[in-house]
């Protein structure tokens, strides 16, 4: 235990939470260093941290059952759809990483006592096609440090800044004179500043910024950070894009890393049960499992493209001058030497039921468990462990 540490265990329930938080700030966030990985990984820079990856660049992940430090539960199926990232017998670890021994007496990689994957599926370097499988499955990322009371949330707008209460911050979207921001009463109604301790350092990207008013103020890159008096749900992002002054200069939400994107085709449209993805046409796409698994280890299937459907499935087809963006999404060859957009590895389809914008009768009343929508949130669809 630091000499920090055990001062705080020793403070009075009242005091010691203050007491730590200036502390921490004083001591603990004057610099920040990039995190050393073994040569057998390569770490991907991220705006809240590193992704990270095999020597080769493809993504690893983590399993939420693997509960116990230095055992794996990923096992015979689950092994083939997720492959063990091994270790050889000369690997040299480090801080944080380590190598254990499975049952079948391979070595095997762990992060912070987690065991390392790869996801069959994957078909490249930066592929994430695994994340969120079976509600089970994670990118294994290190999350750089942020101060006291600040985290990167996951929103659809990518991995944003948030206060302890987990509610958005926001930043100007014009440069400003940080100083003097919403000093005035008219502004703090709604924008109320994010105070740093009079103790508090920068570290890495965040900066401390002194105010005309003598508040300290947590900014990144420069940026003074506030929070929105009318957010009040978990997660909100009501303020992006409001007003803070009279020349009608607007907020928005502090993304650290965007979100990953889509092809320039993709359309949001809102249904029944939530905000699905489209095509330019605002007709639901949905994504095809020929294996009809609904299982939580989620065991890759194998490809299905055009020929593998009814005639009320209609491929999603490429034209020869379409590049995909990367990220989930990907163009792959068909027998025939056509080409179908595919999302997350898995072919698309629209459906011949669907006629108005929001429907999505191909998943309802398709007679068919192994079809997917894609949410705009990632998430599974409501009611199902699935995600597309």
Same mark, same amino acid.
């Given at each position: ?202 570290? @890495?990207? +965040? ?5 005309? &008013? =003598?508040?300290?103020? *947590? !900014?990144?890159? %420069? #940026?003074? $950070? /506030? ?99 990367? @990220?989930? +999404? ?5 027998? &025939? =030497?056509?080409?179908? *957009? !595919?999302?997350? %590895? #898995?072919? $698309? /389809? ?39």
């Amino acid at each position: 235990m630091t000499v920090h540490a055990r001062l705080c265990s020793l403070m009075v329930r009242a005091v010691a939470p203050i007491f730590c938080l200036s502390l921490t700030s004083a001591i603990g966030l004057a610099e920040v260093l990039e995190p050393k990985a073994p040569d057998a990984f390569v770490l991907v820079a991220k705006g809240h941290g590193w992704a990270v990856s095999d020597a080769d660049q493809m993504t690893l992940y983590t399993s939420k059952r693997d509960i116990t430090p230095g055992k794996s539960s990923c096992v015979e199926d689950c092994a083939v759809a997720w492959p063990p990232y091994l270790a050889s017998k000369s690997a040299i670890t480090g801080e944080g990483w380590s190598v254990f021994a499975r049952e079948d007496g391979n070595q095997q990689w762990a992060y912070e006592d987690k065991p390392l994957y790869r996801y069959s599926m994957d078909q490249g370097p930066g592929d994430t096609y695994g994340e969120g499988i079976g509600l089970l499955w994670d990118i294994s990322f290190i999350y750089a440090p942020t101060p006291p009371g600040i985290s990167a949330r996951k929103t659809l707008m990518g991995h944003v800044a948030a206060d302890q209460h987990q509610k958005t911050l926001y930043t100007p979207q014009v440069d400003v004179d940080a100083a003097s921001l919403c000093v005035e009463n008219a502004c703090l109604e709604q924008w109320s500043p994010v105070v740093a301790p009079r103790v508090a350092r920068s570290i @890495g990207d +965040w900066d401390v910024i002194t105010r005309e &008013d =003598g508040l300290n103020q *947590w !900014a990144r890159e %420069g #940026r003074p $950070l /506030f929070r929105y008096s009318n957010d009040v749900l978990f997660g909100e992002a009501a303020g992006h894009g409001v007003a803070f002054d009279a020349d009608g200069n607007t907020m928005e939400v502090m993304v650290l890393e965007p979100r990953l994107p889509y092809p320039d085709w993709v359309r949001v449209q809102d249904t029944d049960a939530g905000e699905m993805l489209a095509d330019e046409n605002y007709k639901s796409i949905y994504t095809w499992d020929p294996s009809k698994l609904f299982s939580r280890l989620a065991t890759p299937a194998p490809a299905c493209g055009a020929e593998c459907l009814a005639e009320e499935w209609v491929p999603m087809s490429a034209g020869e001058d379409d590049v995909a963006p990367g @990220g989930n +999404w990907a163009i792959l060859a068909l027998s &025939d =030497g056509r080409r179908q *957009w !595919a999302y997350k %590895g #898995r072919h $698309l /389809f629209t459906n011949t039921r669907d006629k108005t914008q929001g429907s999505f009768l191909g998943y309802r009343h398709g007679g068919n468990r192994a079809v997917n929508v894609i949410m705009h949130s990632g998430d599974a669809l409501q009611g199902t462990l699935r995600r597309p």
